[in-house]
């Protein structure tokens, strides 16, 4: 999640303060993320971890994580993020269909990612070409 | 005058071949008569000529004689020595006197010297694995195999020493902790596959190997950095798949066999979460549970 922030550009309004990881549900990820949080900065942006149990209580965020067990929110979460300038990351086979800008998914047991860059451009956020070539499928 | 040199060569040919003969064969004689009055410094000089006359190298007597010789020299002069070379020429005499001695002439005489020796090697390789000479240890332990091989010695009792020999370089290696160096751990990878080309099902070794590149998989996960790049994120999750991959069929097999219930239990849990698979990280998960409740 932090290399993906490497790759895509957010617009000015989105480089001055915090940088925010939102996440959508319960994960172990939230521990981690929060542990780096306290030793990185996403250019000069310190991170800041911010965790919602569901797509009503969203608020501004960088990038938004959506846990398997919340896949079911996605469509809510895309009306609530859709003015802004959001990353959306899931985790469930066919989201990178229904809106999500990276989806990951497990191909002989490793981690890969599926990208939607029409989400993400949609999303007024850049993509870099790199990025593209290291998904398993672009949409 | 050519007929006198002809007359004089042929005499000293006559003469130094006679000579040889006597002295080869007085040199057996001196052996025996140097063995019945324990003088085995002097046996060991004659047996020694003996054996390296073409005329005895392939009588089972001089082989065994020399073997009793050594092993005699060995016991007074180098007991002590765990790589002893006194001991070494009794081994070879041995395995000379087994080759030679189709008629078993011999071999039931020789037999006691043989497991005696064999002891002696048996113990040295275990002294040598407390002094941490693994190489030393591995030699005199092929030797002991070999000498309890050639008196036909209960072959599942040699491979569980085998094994129990392998367990303790492990131990050793490892000094009882879990945590290992790379070059640890490439060692007791290559022991406990070894003990598993032995034995395919022992648990114990099964689980150890699983443990090793399960441990090796979570280390990597330990020591990276978030700065890494991509191309090596993936690279190196490769590498951390391929190695819970390697560790799974291990564990699996230690599962079988009910070995460290709990454990593995927990080995299974976290290789098949590492491996992205949470079925069945779950579903061993929920067993372990059960056990602990």
Redesign the interface.
């Known amino acids: 999640m932090?290399?993906f922030t490497?790759?895509i550009e957010w617009p000015k309004a989105y480089q001055t303060g915090y940088f925010v990881f939102g996440i959508v549900g319960d994960t172990p990820l939230y521990d981690e993320l929060t542990k780096?949080a306290q030793t990185?900065k996403i250019g000069n942006q310190p991170i800041l971890v911010k965790k919602f149990s569901s797509a009503s209580e969203l608020d501004k965020c960088h990038l938004l994580y959506v846990t398997k067990g919340k896949s079911s929110e996605l469509s809510n979460v895309i009306k609530k993020v859709k003015s802004g300038s959001t990353l959306i990351v899931t985790e469930q086979e066919g989201l990178v269909d229904k809106g999500a800008g990276i989806n990951f998914v497990?191909r002989?047991?490793?981690?890969k990612f599926e990208m939607n860059t029409k989400s993400i451009e949609t999303q007024k956020l850049k993509v870099s070409s790199?990025?593209e070539a290291?998904a398993i499928t672009v949409k | 005058m050519k007929r006198l040199i002809y007359i004089l060569s042929l005499l000293l040919t006559v003469t130094s071949t006679v000579k040889a003969q006597f002295v080869q064969n007085n040199s057996m004689s001196k052996a025996e008569f140097y063995i019945q009055k324990a003088e085995f410094d002097s046996a060991q000089k004659y047996i020694d000529i003996a054996a390296n006359h073409e005329e005895f190298t392939k009588q089972a007597k001089v082989w065994f004689y020399r073997s009793f010789i050594y092993k005699e020299q060995y016991k007074t002069k180098e007991k002590q020595d765990l790589n002893s070379s006194l001991r070494s020429e009794c081994a070879i005499s041995i395995d000379k006197l087994y080759k030679i001695d189709t008629a078993n002439t011999y071999l039931t005489q020789a037999e006691p010297l043989v497991k005696y020796i064999a002891s002696t090697y048996y113990n040295d390789a275990a002294r040598a694995i407390n002094n941490e000479d693994y190489k030393l240890a591995n030699n005199n332990f092929a030797h002991y195999k070999h000498l309890q091989t050639l008196i036909k010695a209960d072959e599942n009792t040699l491979t569980n020493h085998e094994i129990q020999f392998k367990f303790a370089i492990a131990t050793a290696i490892s000094k009882g902790q879990d945590k290992v160096d790379s070059t640890q751990r490439h060692h007791l990878i290559n022991i406990y596959k070894e003990i598993l080309a032995i034995d395919k099902n022992n648990a114990s070794a099964n689980y150890n190997l699983s443990l090793l590149y399960y441990n090796e998989g979570v280390d990597i996960v330990n020591n990276m950095d978030?700065?890494?790049?991509?191309?090596n994120?993936?690279a190196t999750?490769?590498k951390i798949?391929n190695l819970?991959?390697a560790a799974l069929p291990y564990m699996l097999k230690a599962y079988e066999f009910n070995y460290r219930k709990e454990d593995t239990l927990e080995g299974l849990k976290n290789i098949y979460y590492g491996?992205?698979?949470t079925e069945k990280s779950n579903y061993y998960k929920q067993e372990l549970e059960s056990l602990q409740k």
């Open positions: 932090y290399n490497k790759y780096m990185k497990v002989d047991n490793k981690q790199n990025l290291l | 978030y700065d890494m790049e991509f191309e994120l993936m999750q490769e798949a819970f991959s491996l992205n698979d």
